[in-house]
């Protein structure tokens, strides 16, 4: 680890240079390098997926492996990289972009041992997530942050609502164990649970049904329950979003008057509405 | 029953010891006590899910007895103590947690002549939500309040929902029932019921379904009408919580008569709306 | 039909006590009435359900064909006791519940014929709507005004948003035809049109799924779709509601200062918050 | 294409009097045309769907292709009157009315080569949108726009959700690929990625569905998950279109400046923000 002492001492020669094309995306080289990155990771990922289906892979296996080997050493290459020109490596790799970066290459390392998850190299996913970060999507960083914001303030309602839920589910599905029994593929109450989650949230797969009469009056409760149920946490995060949506609006809130200097005039205003002297033009920037 | 002129008597002794252990948490042994009540909880429901998978319960049976004897003893014992320390034990024992409590080991003894009856043991997980009283999260109470709070607020409107959605289901079961008729799973009114509330809810099991055209037209409108209906809780929840989450955040708390000192006064007014006294203009920042 | 010159003579005798009795709930014997017509309704209903239930209708053949055609002799002579104590038969006969008292009898006789519309009878649930009648449950009627008042203010938003599902439905149905053929479920364009309704509602039977890869990238775009789409009618809905709820809230708004004559003044305020005049205490009925 | 120099010359004799009839419905003749086309396209989408029903095909395959002719032949000669009495047949052609015009009758022709491509043809449903434009639906024009700007409001949140969800059901979809693998039905990545898009919308079609436990704990979080998050594009949508609801209904619009009589002023200004005039008391009823 970096010593205290090292605190000052600015990144020089080729370190400089690979952070700031590896690292930042303002220069040209930089930006160059993220959108080929971006698309280096979107072409893993087809390789990916495209490589599990079974067919496919078994027609194409030559070009595939080389490609696969070629993404490895291309992703490993680049984490080493980071870690080498960056002030502390410690601190990257213990980073969330970091970490993603390590799982990006780790499961093809770990698939050489345990074949079976090769196809958790699709976690780099999470690497594109580096793409609001090059097209400086302000909008959208504003827009993920509402988001974020409005699920934070409303998470102790949702924790509740969660809670109550799971036990709703819980012993729901003990009953459904209990009336329908291991006969009708209620086979153990984890299982029941699993039916009453699928059941609440209305995703309904099918694949365990109530056979008997008691079984299915009480799976009609619990349908209509969840379903009107849904209607709670839409409700706080839709307040919670209004209440957002609210305070974000009174654009011209800044707009003072220079006579009576009362504030909130509007944009298109020309007199103070309130003492009724003129008002300049409105700057906006 | 106790006399009522034992109203002014405290516990004393043991009992006021046992007591504030038990009932209260605001003592160290208090809280550790309904810490380790939790997580005994917590066991006992893993122990029961754990016993309901058929391939569990062969391999390890001799020592799932033996810790199933231990909670039933020990959630016993202290149901007796609960009930020997508390003044009215009558009014615990009639109160929703004492119920709870009571179901928490009852149908274990159950068990003993109804054997298909002891999952519903499950049913302890109700005494988890003695977690809130121990945690003290006042955040979680409000929020568990204010959903009720919108919950009761909107109960008339969500009554007439539910009775007109009962009502279009019992119909549209029934012309399912003649439509499609026992040959296609539709082999009961009770039966087309609850595919049709299925149907409504968007659940969507797919046990039974329209196989005639006609069938097919009238589960399609009923699909699209359960969709669009989905919006009344939903709306009636959510106008309730934006109207709760608006007079919740009263703006202009912060302003205090000056006289009175009483606080949340609103913006213009230019009088403490309690004492009348004349109010300073109000500054914001 | 009664003439016009009829207009001005009210009921007299035992059709004016008919007619209190049968149509009105304000006296005693008009609630008891009412009362007992909800009761035969609701068993009326049982009765038709435990009917289409196989094995319950071979067991109590026998009490069930009497009490079938007892409810049938009921409900005909009340309501040729309706038709027959009304002023103007015809009118009654074409209002709403006049046609749902006809409803409520005519299947039996029609099952003479054609058995399997013996179900229908069923429809005889709408009567059960004379309960809000009844109970003179004002919260409730003003409940359900609200939601129609919601509806119908929202219902050109909700038709667009309808007609622009039916298309994409239609379209999307028609891909999935060509895409998936006969051979994989989609027999022809209205089972495709039905099976996409299934898919954009979230109902999802599973009676049909897509099978080609094609097939199955599709239905995930309209799954996606039918999930994001869902918000549309829940905002209008919402919407709608919220600004109801707002204009429904403003309880205080008619208590005014009988000094400045300004509205508006909070219930539990002493003065006036405009000109400081002491108010007299507030007045609720 | 029209050289610019024609940009002055307006329509004459025929084509005036076709392009009057034909694009616009202001008159008789006009509106009389829309409306057959309406018709005209219904009755072609109703042959198109009862044409894919096999058993109606083979019964009624005479009148059927001749019916086929007669549309496609009126159709085609509508085109080609449209490109003719247009000023700028380009533009028409790649207009949005323009395609859809194309669509509706090039797979028809397509269909001598690609037989299987002839159901497409319904895409001339698109020809429907229309009839917004003849019933001069104000109301709906509104809506639309309405729904349309709500839409477009919130498109960088729902964007962002979007993308968040696609990455989750990325990440989940390969999880259960290696969880519950092949054997069980997830045959690859895709399908797994599909399962997992039904499984978080909650269609739920139960076509795979996931056998082991640990695959159904993890499709248990995942509904749970879905089922909460779909409260997110709720409330982006229904937080603007409350916003929306609130600037449509300006109250004091019909407040009038006596001097410039620009309207629309609020209630409690004392002075016209527009020209800065001494305005009145507001006067209520």
Redo the contacts between chains.
Sequence with gaps: MAPPADFGRPLQGWRLRAYTIIFEADTRAGRLFDLSLMVAVLLS?LL??LE???SFRLQHAAWLSWAEYTFTALFTLEYVLRLACVRRPLRYASSFFGIVDLLAVLPIYLAFFFP??Y??V??R??R??RVFRILK?N??V???L??GR?LRASA???????SA?L?IV??MG??M??VE??ENGY?????S??WA???V???????I?PKT?LG??I??VM??L???V?????????????????SE?PAPTTRTCHECLR?G??AD??????????LPEYQRD
Excluded at 156 to 162: E, N
Excluded at 187 to 191: A, H, K, L, R
Excluded at 269 to 278: D, I, K, N, Q, V
């Design positions: 990922l990916v997926m599990s289906v079974a079976e998850l196809a958790l699709d976690i996913v999470l594109l997530l999507l909008n959208y504003t827009a993920y509402g988001l409005a102790s309602k949702i924790l509740v609502f969660l839920v036990m819980l012993i003990t009953i164990y209990v029994g291991p086979t153990s109450i984890p299982v649970v699993y989650i699928s059941t949230t209305t995703v309904g797969f099918g694949d049904t009469d299915r009056a799976a009609s349908m209509l969840g379903w009107g849904l209607a709670v946490p839409t409700g706080i995060m839709t307040a919670e979003m209004a209440a957002q949506r609210i609006t504030e005039l509007q205003s020309h007199f103070c509405r309130h003492c009724g002297a003129p």
